[in-house]
Structures are given as C-alpha cells and as structure tokens.
C-alpha cells in the first residue's frame, strides 16, 4: 500500500494521529516512501527514522522529536503506537519504546536536556520496569545535580543484572562516584572549550600552526561536541586522551594546560585502573631502545601506545614518556605530561622534581621554584628537590645581568655543574680548568653556565658580551646523560643558537665518553659537532682516542681543528696551590669503583668482579699495606657493601661529602689510589700520587696511553684481576717515592698542551 492508501484507511477509522503519522512519515522519508514494505504507520515512522542516515539536518530532527512528542501526548497518553491496525506497542526494545529511548538518547547526546526529561518521564511512566529508562533517568537526574535522584533510578535499573543487595549497593555507588568524576570533568572541559573560544576567533592558540591545526582541530571538535552530552562520558575522556597525546606528541600543549590538569583530576576522583596487560612489555620494549641512546625511536614506540586504554593513568608509562620528552628536546610536552601523574606521594614527588628540573632546564625558574615546593610537600623527605630550589634559586639570580657591558672583562664558562655534593671529579674539574687558565695566562673573571640548559636568546645575547665562552672538560660528548634534542650530546644548544655565538668559543679538555657498545643514534650529534668545529677556534679534546672518534665524524677541511687538550685535573699539582703529601711511604691504598651503567661496565660478571676484589683487599692486608674506599658518589658504595656482605670490611673516604681541598688532600696522601672512575685515576695523578685503573671505559686505556703508561691499566674482566691488582699494588707501595717522581715527569708532558690552549683561547 501507498503512504495515500494508508493515510485514507486510518482516516476512514477515525485515528486522526494516525493521519499525523502517516503524513509526517511521508514528509521524512520523501522519495523513499514507496520502499516501506509494511502497510502500517508505525512501521512507516521507523522506517523512516531508520532510513535517512546518521547524519542529518536540524529540520529533520525537529520533525522527528515533534512526531514523537505528539505521539506520545495523543488520546492522554492511552493510544501511543496502538494506530488503527493495533498490531504496534510498547512491548519489545526492538519496538516503538526502544525506538523512542534512542531517538530521547540522541537528544540527551546533543545537550537538549530539557526536551529529553519531559520526554523520558513519559517513558518511565509507560513501563516503570524499563531499566533503560531508569537508567536514562538517572542520568538526567545527574545532569541536574540530583544525585539522590539520581543515585535512586541508577539502583532501579541495576538490579535486574545484580541480585544480591550489597553487590548492587556496590556497584550504584561506584557508578555514582564515576559519574560524579566525570560531571566534573565534563564541567572542566566545557570551561576551557568557552575559553578557547574566545583565543584568535575560535582556534585554539598553540594548536593552529605549523601543519599540525587540522588533526588537532578535529580532535577539539570531537570533544567539544562529546562534552555537552552527558551520556558521553567514556567517549569525552577518549576524545580528551587523544587530543592530550597528539598535543604533546607535535609538543603544543601550552593553550592545553586546563585539559591536562581536568584530565588528571579525572585520575584522582576515579577508582583505580589496574596496570595494563601491554604496559610491561612495551616498557621492556622502549628500555631496550633508550638503554641504546635512540630516544626518538623509543618515543616513536611508546606513543603507538599512549593513546590505548589506561595509558594515561599509569604512573610508569607517564613517567617513561616524559623522559623520553625530555630527551627529545619537548619541554612542554614532558612537563604537561607529568601533571597527569597521581597517586601515591612519592610518585607525586618525583613527578613534581621532574617539572622542577625541566623548568630549570628551560629557564622558567618561577614555575621551577613552585614545582620543587610543590616536590617537598607531597614528599617531605626528598633531599633531590631541595637541591633542586636551591639551584634553581641560583640559576635564577645568574640569569639577571642589569648591563651585559658588565661581563665584558669575563670568560663564560659552559660546563657539568654538579653542586656540592654532586660527583667529585665534576666539581672538582670546573676548579681545575679555571687554574690551569689562569696560571698559563692571567686572572680573569668567570661566569658559569650549566651545560644541560638549553641555550636560548638571553643566553647567546650573554656568550656575546664575554670575553670568551669555553666549553669543558669532562665526557660531554656522552648521548645518556641529560639527553637532548639539540645537539645529541651534553650540552643542550642547537645549530640555529650555535650559529649566532660570535664570542671565541673552544671546547677544552673535552672526552669522547662513549662506553662500548654505545653510539651515537642518527646524524645529530655529527651535524652538531661539525656546526661547532665550523665555529669554534679549535675543540680541545683531553685524549688521543676521543681525538680520532671526533675526527672520523669531520670532514677532512675540519679535521685540523681537533687539538689535544689534556684534562686540567692531570696536572692540578701544576695550576693549584697544594700542599706537598704529609709523609710517603704509609702504604695507604684507596680503591674506586664507579656503579653508573653497570650492565656495560661489568656485564653480566659484576659477581665475578667482586670475588676477585675480595683477593685485592686480603692480598693487600697481607702484604702489610693498608685499604680503605674513595667515593665520589654515594652510590660507588655499593662496593663496599657488597664486601662487607663477604666479611671484609672497609674504610670509606666520601669525598663528595667534604670541601674540596680536603678531599684533594685525601688523595695528594695516599701511597696509590686504584681508580675505575676516569677522575679517581687523574685527579690523583695530576697531585702526583701513583695510580693504577680498573677499565671499564675505554678513556682509562686513552689517557695511560697517552702517557706512555698502558701497564698501570687492568680490564675489570681478567680472571686473574685480584692477583694482578695485588701484586701491582703492593710493587708500586714499595716504590712509591720513585713511583711519585715519575709521575711528576709524566705531567710535563700535558702541561704545555694544556697552556698553550689557555694562550690561544684569550689571546
């Protein structure tokens, strides 16, 4: 039958909402009309709300909600879908009822709350069992701020599916506080979409530039939209994670930080997530990629995951992305991921730490300040932050410079400031390059400019009002610590910075500080140190391995400016005032050890290392000499620990602990010093004390080559390591005055490399 042939039958029965239906079905579904199959209006009115598509226009809408509302009001509310054949009714979600819930859902969805409520009371009233109506209910309720009532429709709607009491108890409660997680959320959301709005007429500020405004501006679209319905709650906080990643994947999160602090708020008023199944492995997966020093590619392979259920609430994931952030050069990123953190009060720390030193980094030292305050009251009793606030402090009073004029007369002095307690061979190395400077030319003054900040405007505009900027000593061109984005080794400037120093500009006493098996990911590192050898006067480098590793990466036009520059610290006897060994020959031996990048030093034989240290200590006592530990860090204790485990125990001199000169004085008197750190075989050597090395680093093997002493070095891996140690040790106790004179010898051949650098560089 034709929509006329039923339009006349259902007159002819008297049904003028029949008539209604008929009509408004003919009008929706237009040319389609004659594909209704079944010759009834209601069949007619599904179909037609069935069959024009998802997407349609506000007058359809409208025709359809005044169709039902009509329906639904007709004959007092008795008639309903009853029509003339009287084969329709409520019974059924597949009938009319379930049709008329989805078509008041999509009216929940699109925020017409008003309209909705009128409608599903209605509804309820039909069929007071219906737990999706209940349910439909208890969510506008909750729009509304009634929670009670709402708490009430929730429980009606459950309690089909969970018979025991204190399971559906259990369960309404747990829906009421995700619910009420969300309703916040969601207001969040909407405040910051209204403060969007009124950024550069719609767009959002941040997100609309450099080729990255169309996924983004759909993604503020998708939730935008997805936050004005209050159904839409599971789809918001997709919409808002995806959005959230993709702003911190193309780092542009600054107009976002409203988003991510709402987001995190949803973390701390949701019940907890357990960990993801996948988290582990892809953990596993981006360690094995970062242990390598190719940050980018474990960036590349986290984020394929950040956006999977969960992600965002898991406190390792979070913090693993933003490390890798970091060390792609995505400050904002990494700080706006960590806001995301939550949960316990050490994770709260340690992310709060985190945004502490990134702002340090990037010289934002009053969000800083606030970060490391924030550390210490969500974890009282992490000394790292309180060191911290004080560097930042600091940092903060060097970078206001009233007059650059005012630092014409000094030398800006780039290097790895590890503060007061930090390891001791790099406190002591920025003290012995200024010596060494000054004795070979004349008192200058120094400003110090850490080299793990990012090299920024202020930053050139200062490097272009000294006398000199010097870049070094120590193992700068190290991929793994302090990573970066900018040049891919320590210090963080970039080519486009790094062009515009007009300041002399040299590295020196600088290492190649690669351990084996480590390389440099990519070509960044190259391009850098070739921009910087175009730049520079010269590259000192401390040692003729890190010379030819730098070589090999330059053209050969470059290649003449690497020059050897040996550390400063080989020859401190010979730049700072010390004072000659108390008494020789007191047969005291210290021994170091360094626990940094364990599985490279050791492999998988550090046990084997230890028994062999084990023979070094009882073959030393028994040769009648004594041994104590030298620590430039707390954690090379562990050494002594573990032989403490073994009944032999240690004295420890903790040398980061006291002044420096003290803990100079410590090694000027000791009879020999058995260094595995590069600094506890120089630094000794340089006061003229004998040394041996424990190699685990190929720069130990660089440096006693270089003077002529390869037999003093000792591969940590000999199986005969202890004997060997001992017998070296004990030979070179014995000997230690002319020991002691031939190490004063060697140094008269790094001086003058040292000097003549100084000369070239202030000249």
Not at 343 to 352: I, K, M, V
Not at 497 to 520: E, M, S
Request: charged share 25%.
């Amino acid at each position: 039958m034709s929509p006329d042939s039923i339009r006349r039958a259902l007159v002819r029965r008297g049904s003028g909402l029949a008539a209604t239906v008929v009509n408004e079905t003919s009008r929706l579904v237009g040319a389609r009309a004659d594909g209704v199959r079944r010759a009834d209006a209601n069949r007619a009115f599904l179909g037609a709300v069935e069959g024009t598509g998802t997407h349609l226009g506000a007058r359809t809408v409208r025709a359809r909600r005044n169709l039902l509302e009509h329906l639904l009001r007709a004959d007092g509310g008795t008639t309903r879908f009853a029509l003339a054949t009287g084969r329709a009714s409520w019974a059924g979600t597949s009938g009319a009822f379930g049709k008329a819930l989805t078509l008041v859902e999509t009216a929940v969805d699109e925020n017409e709350l008003p309209y909705a409520a009128g409608v599903v009371e209605q509804l309820v009233t039909e069929r007071p069992q219906s737990p999706r109506a209940h349910d439909l209910r208890g969510t506008l309720h909750a729009a509304a701020g009634d929670w009670a009532a709402a708490r009430k429709d929730w429980r009606l709607a459950a309690r089909r599916d969970a018979t025991d009491p204190e399971v559906l108890r259990k369960a309404v409660a747990a829906r009421v506080d995700r619910e009420k997680a969300l309703a916040t959320f969601r207001g969040a959301v909407l405040r910051w979409s209204a403060t969007a709005d009124g950024v550069d007429g719609g767009d959002v500020d941040g997100i609309d530039v450099d080729g990255v405004d169309d996924p983004a501006r759909d993604l503020v679209d998708q939730v935008r939209a997805a936050a004005r319905g209050p159904r839409r709650g599971d789809e918001l906080e997709a919409g808002v994670e995806a959005l959230l990643v993709h702003a911190a994947v193309v780092d542009r999160t600054d107009a976002l930080g409203a988003l991510f602090d709402a987001y995190a708020g949803l973390g701390r008023r949701s019940a907890p997530r357990p960990e993801p199944e996948w988290l582990g492995r892809a953990l596993k997966e981006v360690a094995v990629l970062s242990d390598d020093a190719d940050y980018p590619s474990a960036a590349v392979l986290l984020e394929r995951s950040a956006t999977a259920r969960g992600a965002l609430r898991a406190n390792p994931f979070l913090f693993t992305w933003a490390r890798l952030l970091s060390a792609t050069s995505r400050y904002g990123a990494a700080d706006a991921v960590l806001r995301l953190v939550t949960g316990p009060s050490e994770d709260l720390g340690q992310a709060r730490f985190q945004r502490a030193r990134t702002a340090w980094v990037t010289h934002r030292y009053a969000d800083g300040e606030a970060a490391a305050r924030a550390a210490l009251e969500a974890d009282p009793g992490r000394r790292a932050a309180t060191r911290m606030l004080d560097q930042i402090r600091t940092a903060a009073e060097r970078r206001d410079v009233a007059d650059l004029g005012d630092l014409a007369d000094s030398v800006a002095h780039v290097a790895f400031y590890p503060g007061s307690s930090g390891n001791f061979g790099d406190v002591v190395l920025p003290m012995a390059l200024r010596d060494a400077v000054e004795t070979a030319t004349t008192p200058v003054g120094w400003r110090p400019y850490h080299a793990h900040q990012v090299v920024d405007d202020v930053t050139v505009a200062q490097f272009n009002a000294h006398r000199a900027v010097v870049v070094g000593g120590g193992g700068l061109f190290l991929p793994d610590t302090s990573p970066n984005g900018s040049s891919g080794w320590q210090w963080n400037v970039d080519n486009a910075h790094l062009d515009r120093i007009t300041a002399p500009l040299a590295l020196f006493g600088v290492g190649y500080n690669l351990f084996p098996g480590q390389t440099f990911k990519g070509t960044l590192f190259q391009e850098s140190i070739t921009r910087l050898a175009e730049k520079a006067r010269y590259l000192g480098l401390r040692n003729h391995g890190s010379i030819d590793q730098v070589r090999s990466l330059l053209p050969s036009s470059l290649e003449d400016k690497v020059r050897y520059v040996p550390c400063p610290t080989t020859v401190m006897s010979r730049v700072r005032p010390v004072d000659a060994p108390r008494s020789t020959g007191a047969g005291r031996v210290l021994l170091n050890a360094a626990f940094d990048r364990s599985s490279r030093r050791f492999g998988g034989s550090y046990q084997d290392f230890l028994q062999e240290m084990v023979r070094l200590v009882d073959g030393v006592r028994a040769g009648g000499a004594e041994i104590a530990f030298a620590a430039h860090l707390a954690s090379d204790e562990r050494l002594v620990d573990d032989l403490a485990g073994l009944d032999r125990e240690l004295p420890v001199e903790r040398l980061y602990a006291g002044p420096p000169d003290e803990s100079l004085a410590v090694y000027r008197d000791a009879s020999l010093v058995i260094g595995m750190r590069g600094h506890a075989t120089m630094i000794p050597f340089g006061l003229g004390t004998p040394v041996l090395s424990i190699v685990t680093h190929p720069k130990m093997r660089y440096f006693l080559d270089d003077v002529g002493r390869p037999a003093w070095a000792f591969d940590a891996h000999l199986p005969d390591l202890g004997e060997r140690l001992t017998e070296a040790a004990l030979d070179t106790v014995a000997r230690e005055d002319e020991v002691r004179r031939e190490v004063h010898e060697l140094q008269d051949q790094l001086v003058e490399p040292v000097f003549s650098a100084a000369r070239d560089l202030l000249a």
